[in-house]
């Protein structure tokens, strides 16, 4: 007999963070622009506007990912230059999807990127959860590395 994983809901974070050398403001404004994704995460086929807004609280963006997956998240706080956090409120296999994308001076010309989530599962099995939290750490440090090749040009 098969003993069946017992399905539950799980929390994890990630946080992933990496030193670009180049200016802050290259930073943020290769960033901010919530729909440039395509230029630099990995898997993003296109990215449009849900919304009239298209910077700071109340911007919504669309995903669409390369294996036609689409995701929607609204950007929920904004402080220019140093961070946005958004929610995903459709597409994930989560309850809850929290992130932050924050930048902050080394020196004149290293900038420190961090990207860090809170995640809240659906019901899933202990082992799925742990297998999507790898997936996702593995999908911020490919995208953090893409957006570093991009700026360090």
């Known amino acids: 007999m098969v003993k069946k994983a017992l399905k539950s809901f799980h929390t994890g974070t990630i946080k992933r963070t990496v030193r670009i050398n180049t200016s802050k403001e290259k930073v943020w404004r290769k960033i901010s622009n919530i729909v440039g994704l395509p230029t630099w995460v990995v898997n993003v086929k296109e990215t449009t506007y849900l919304s ?10 669309l995903i669409t990912f390369v294996d036609g997956t689409k995701i929607e998240e609204h ?4 402080k220019k230059e ?6 995903a ?16 001076n080394k ?11 809170y995640l809240n599962s659906k019901k899933m099995s202990e ?5 999507f939290l790898v997936f996702m ?13 991009l700026l360090e040009k």
Do not use: C, H
């Open 127 to 131: 082992k799925q959860f742990l297998e």
């Open 137 to 149: 750490g593995s999908f911020y440090d490919a995208s953090l590395e893409n957006l570093k090749m």
């Open 82 to 87: 140093e961070y946005f956090t958004y929610v």
């Open 75 to 78: 950007v929920v706080a904004w």
């Open 107 to 117: 020196t004149k010309n290293i900038t420190e990127i961090t990207w860090q989530s």
């Open 52 to 61: 009239k807004k298209k910077k700071d609280v109340g911007a919504i963006r």
């Open 89 to 104: 409120t459709e597409g994930l296999p989560l309850r809850a999807y929290v992130a932050t994308i924050s930048i902050k």
